[in-house]
């Protein structure tokens, strides 16, 4: 069985939607990346920390999806990592109220020895400096995907760009993909990116999908039209835990694969918005994600007869 590092946040999460608030609830990039790859038959690891705060029941739930804790490290004398955000009516743009790092502020990560020759690593969101210790841990990874956000552009910039230039993959949202560019056209802004270092460039485009580029090829999957979008926070998370997930089983590489990695990435997040956090991805059912990759087959398969 193929194994998959996840490093990114453990966290709580204080959300507010035009549907309602939560107070502090299960979060975090890595959470919703492992929830989302523990729909694969592959062996998953968590390297993150959390503080003595953070309820053993959380990680009682993670084992029980499969997913290995050994690298969760425990501060028992810290605060877990907090963020806090509020989605504007449209649920596609949301302003962060606030980011506490605590015990993430100086958080050394170990890859367990069984991981460190895992074929696929997921960089999730935190900071760079963690994602390149890890990067540094693994012995011959056959593909790195990286994640990020904004956050770390603005207040880390150059480590970034050191972590940018030894992944294959990198998934970043549009205005993200802006901003890291200076392009204004994400196809632009991809190749710019590719020249940083990412053979491959995934941008997310939230309720408008998803586009793959490599070189000077593209590939465009949709997101799942959606009649009740609760909460959005985790959805790009749980794509990359799908799309990564799906890599680590199929371990195909290629560009071919990953549009179907994509397809499976986007099928996972359409079920993490249509709940508050974390509840809906805990309870989705294999055939409820079969039922959804039909659904994005019919929606995307014309027969078009070119003349
Ligand atoms: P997403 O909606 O996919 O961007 O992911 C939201 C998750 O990312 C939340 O569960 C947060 O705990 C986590 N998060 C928010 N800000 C950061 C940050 N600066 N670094 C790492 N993780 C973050």
């Known amino acids: 069985m193929n194994k998959l590092v ?41 390297v ?8 053993e029941e959380y990680i009682t739930m993670l084992k029980e999806k499969g997913l290995d804790v050994s690298g969760l490290e425990i501060v028992p004398e810290g605060k877990t990592f907090f963020w806090s955000g509020k989605y504007h009516n449209d ?47 693994m012995k011959n990874p056959k593909l790195v995907v990286l994640d990020t956000m904004n956050f ?46 990412p053979k491959y460039v995934v941008i997310k485009k939230g309720e408008h999908g ?20 609760f909460d959005p926070t985790g959805a790009g998370d749980t794509f990359a835990g799908g799309f990564t997930g799906f890599l680590a089983k199929t371990e195909d590489y290629s560009f071919e694969n990953m549009k179907n990695a994509i397809i499976y990435g986007s099928a996972l997040a359409s079920f993490c918005v249509e709940k508050f956090g974390t509840e809906r991805i805990l309870d989705v059912s294999k055939e409820e ?19």
């Open 91 to 137: 649920m596609n743009t949301r302003d962060t109220l606030a980011t506490e790092l605590n015990v993430l502020a100086d958080f050394n990560p170990i890859v367990p020895e069984d991981y460190k020759d895992a074929e696929v690593v997921m960089l999730g969101n935190l900071h760079p400096i963690v994602q390149m210790g890890v990067i540094n841990q």
């Open 210 to 229: 998803a586009l793959l580029f490599h070189g000077e090829d593209m590939f465009y999957a949709p997101a799942l039209p959606l009649a009740e979008v």
């Open 152 to 197: 770390w552009m603005d207040c880390a910039l150059p480590e970034l760009m050191e972590v940018i230039k030894k992944v294959d993959v990198i998934t970043i949202n549009d205005e993200e993909a802006r901003q890291l560019s200076g392009e204004y056209s994400l196809v632009n802004a991809s190749k710019k990116i590719m020249s940083m270092g």
């Open 48 to 55: 993150s920390v959390v503080g003595g705060d953070f309820p």
């Open 289 to 307: 994600i079969h039922n959804r990759l039909h659904q994005f087959k019919s929606l995307t398969q014309f027969d078009i007869k070119i003349t």
């Open 6 to 46: 996840i490093v990114g946040t453990v966290a709580f999460d204080a959300i507010e939607t035009p549907f309602g608030k939560t107070d502090k609830i299960l979060g975090g990039a890595a959470t919703y990346i492992g929830l989302s790859a523990s729909n694969f038959d592959i062996n998953g690891a968590i």
